[in-house]
C-alpha cells in the first residue's frame, strides 16, 4: 500500500510516521519555570544529534491551539532541563506525567515522582533514571508552526549521570538500564530481549 503524503490530513500523517518510526527512546524531560515549578513531560522524537560536541535532539509536536507546551516554554526561560531516561519501573510514573496539567502544577508531585538535586543544572532530576543527560537550549528549529507541525530543540549535553552499577568497562550496560521505547499509539516496547552481530 502506497500512501501520497499530499493526499493525507495530519493526523493520518502523523499515524504513520508515529507508528513506523518505532521503537523510540523517550525523554523524560524536567524543567524549572522562571516561577520556580518543576515541569516533567515525556517526548519520544528524541535522539543524538552529535556526540562531538555531545547534542541531543527532541521535537516538540505542535498542538492544535498552537501553544508551545511547558517544557519549550520552560527551556526558552530558564535555557536548562535534565533528559531523564526512562526503565520499566517507571513506565507507569512516566506516562502519568504526560497528563495535561496547568502550568503552575509539578508532574513531579501529580504522578508521585521522587526528585533530587541536579549537578550543573538548576531543573530537578528523576532520582529513580537509570541514565540522566543535564542540558542546556542550544539552538531551536521550526519546522511548521501548524497543528502536528514541530519544533527541533537542541541540547547542549553539561553533565552526564549513569547509576554506579550500570556502568563497567568504560560501556552503559544496556540489558541492565531496561529502558523502554515508544511505538505507536499507547504502546510501548520493553527490552526483554537483545541480540548482538558484528559488523562486517
Do not use: H
Not at 563497567?168 to 541492565?176: A, C, S, T, V
Amino acid at each position: 500500500m502506497i500512501f501520497d503524503v499530499d493526499g493525507l490530513n495530519p493526523q493520518a500523517r502523523y499515524r504513520l510516521l508515529n507508528g513506523g518510526v518505532t521503537p523510540r527512546p523517550i525523554a523524560w524531560i524536567s524543567t524549572r519555570s522562571a516561577g520556580n515549578v518543576d515541569n516533567l513531560a515525556p517526548y519520544s522524537f528524541f535522539t543524538v544529534a552529535s556526540c562531538n560536541p555531545p547534542v541531543l535532539l527532541y521535537t516538540q509536536v505542535t498542538q492544535r491551539n498552537g501553544v508551545d507546551k511547558d517544557t519549550l516554554q520552560n527551556l526558552m526561560e530558564t535555557g536548562e532541563c535534565v533528559i531523564n531516561i526512562v526503565n520499566a519501573a517507571l513506565l507507569e510514573k512516566m506516562n502519568m506525567t504526560s497528563a495535561s496539567l496547568a502550568i503552575d502544577e509539578s508532574e513531579f508531585n501529580f504522578a508521585n515522582v521522587e526528585s533530587c538535586a541536579s549537578d550543573k543544572v538548576l531543573p530537578r532530576s528523576v532520582k529513580e533514571s537509570p541514565v540522566r543527560y543535564e542540558c542546556t537550549l542550544r539552538d531551536t528549529i521550526s519546522i511548521s508552526d501548524l497543528p502536528a507541525g514541530g519544533t527541533v530543540i537542541l541540547l547542549d549535553v553539561k553533565s552526564i549521570y549513569v547509576q554506579d552499577d550500570l556502568y563497567d568497562n568504560g560501556m552503559i550496560d544496556q540489558i541492565l538500564v531496561n529502558s523502554v521505547g515508544k511505538m505507536g499509539g499507547d504502546r510501548f516496547s520493553l527490552t526483554t530481549e537483545t541480540v548482538e552481530i558484528n559488523r562486517p
